[in-house]
């Protein structure tokens, strides 16, 4: 029974320490962690195909002013003898060869002169609609690269509340030790040492679910980024100190008029919608081409054609539209009127969102603030609580809760630095001007 009980144990143990080589380490920085993002995020790609898409509408646009060449040709053979009847003057109508087959071809040229603005504002307006594609691209990056930066503030808050609640958890795990031999001593009662393990069991539990986070967000982290979930990043400790001084809300506000990508989107899309408007117009005024052509034919023994070539100008315009009503106009007409509405919406949302960022961040820091003061009076507390209880002048209890405030306050720290830094980011990012290196 020994053998396989160690057999078994060894056979463990060469499974987890598998486990743990299986699980490969990387250690990023926030900016090549929102690169990476960047460079594997599934949305871009869409965007990607949507600018491919766009490119090709303005393609087709172009293709509208160049010259249209179109040859066609037939060959027929004709199995019964067809009745020609010719009414040409002094010559018999009836009778003739016998003909059994007939070929032609033909060559069309048509090069457009004027269609009244159609070909050009379609033109322009693909060109804009290309443009606001690209605008929203870069839009997405700055939502990616935020989405980043969150998921890795996560999993620096998770990294460090794990090494935090370690040191206290070694710190709680000798008390224990020292307050068994007191008790086996008859220094302390057996009750007081219990309370000390129950802190302890407390703080166990504390890790485990800081374990558990951590373990959460590195697979968010790992999906974001586009690598395999079985990796484990190190984060930078040092990226919580990359704080810049914080501006007035003005000039925040200004700097998102000035830059935010969904804004300069959506004016291209206006412009567009604007020369929608010129072209849908258009439609009432004709349309005019130079033409060219050449035909030749053959009926045996009847007919021979050849060098029939012809040149002129075609007209081309619908009578119906005199007494239709124009639907495109409309359209296009109420699509720029609801373009304008969300630019009206999107100013708005836009100061609200800089405004709701820049008191967050300014909350944020202050935030930090209070934690450093109240880890400062927490540490001042437990050692002064620590050298009472030496002296017997604290009770257990008391020792215990100045020992849980340290902790939390500690930790309180940290997570207060790591979101001042996420919320100045995300006030860059209502702005436009978070930066992607």
């Known amino acids: 029974m020994k053998r396989i009980n160690n057999s078994v144990l060894a056979l463990s143990l060469f499974m987890g320490m598998a ?6 380490k990387k250690q990023l920085t926030l900016d090549e962690a929102v690169q990476l993002g960047i460079q594997n995020s599934k949305n871009l790609k869409i965007d990607a195909a949507k600018i491919e898409e766009a490119t090709a509408d303005l393609l087709e646009a ?5 010259p249209e060449l179109k040859v066609s040709g037939s060959y027929m053979y004709l199995p019964l003898k067809p009745t020609v009847n010719l009414k040409i003057s002094g010559v018999s109508g009836e009778g003739g060869p016998e003909v059994h087959q007939v070929a032609y071809g033909s060559v069309n040229l048509s090069v457009p002169v004027y269609s009244g603005g159609r070909i050009k504002y379609g033109i322009q307006s693909a060109k804009y609609l290309v443009e606001a594609s690209k605008l929203s691209t870069e839009n997405d990056k700055i939502a990616i690269a935020y989405n980043v930066a969150q998921a890795y503030n996560n999993l620096f808050k998770a990294n460090q509340s794990i090494k935090v609640l370690e040191e206290n958890l070694t710190a709680s795990q000798k008390r224990d030790e020292t307050f068994l031999k007191l008790e086996n001593n008859g220094v302390i009662a057996r009750n ?28 968010n982290m790992d999906l974001l980024l586009g690598i395999p979930e079985t990796t484990e990043i190190e984060v930078d400790p040092n990226y919580i100190d990359e704080g810049s001084e914080v501006k007035t809300v003005d000039y925040y506000v200004n700097e998102a008029k000035e830059n935010r990508k969904d804004l300069q989107a959506l004016a291209q899309q206006r412009k567009a ?16 081409a130079f033409t060219g052509g050449y035909v030749a034919a053959d009926i045996p ?8 070539v012809n040149v002129g100008v075609g007209i081309s315009y619908n009578l119906s539209n005199i007494w239709k009503e124009n639907s495109s106009l409309r359209q296009s007409q109420a699509r720029e009127k609801q373009l304008a509405a969300n630019d009206e919406l999107l100013n708005d949302n836009i100061k609200l969102d800089v405004n709701r960022e820049y008191q ?3 909350y944020s820091k202050k935030r930090i603030s209070v934690y450093e003061k109240a880890a400062e009076q927490a540490n001042e507390n437990y050692r002064i609580t620590k050298n009472k209880y030496d002296n017997g002048l604290a009770t257990m209890t008391e020792l215990l809760d100045a020992d849980a405030a340290q902790i939390s306050a500690n930790v309180g720290v940290i997570n207060a630095r790591a979101d001042a830094a996420l919320a100045y980011r995300k006030l860059l990012q ?3 001007t978070l930066t992607i290196k």
């Not at 486990?19 to 490969?24: F, K, L």
């Not at 007081?192 to 959460?216: G, P, V």
């Not at 919608?273 to 005019?288: Q, R």
């Open 19 to 24: 486990a743990i080589n299986a699980q490969e």
């Open 62 to 66: 172009k293709n509208r002013q160049l």
């Open 192 to 219: 007081d040492r219990l309370k000390a393990n129950l802190q302890t069991s407390n703080i166990e539990l504390q890790l485990l679910e800081a374990k558990n986070n951590y373990n959460i967000a590195g697979i």
């Open 273 to 288: 919608a604007e020369l929608g408007t010129k072209s849908a117009k258009a439609e009432n005024l004709p349309s005019i």
């Open 301 to 308: 023994k009847f007919l021979t054609i050849y060098n029939a």
């Open 360 to 362: 967050n961040t300014d």
């Open 430 to 432: 209502t702005t436009g």
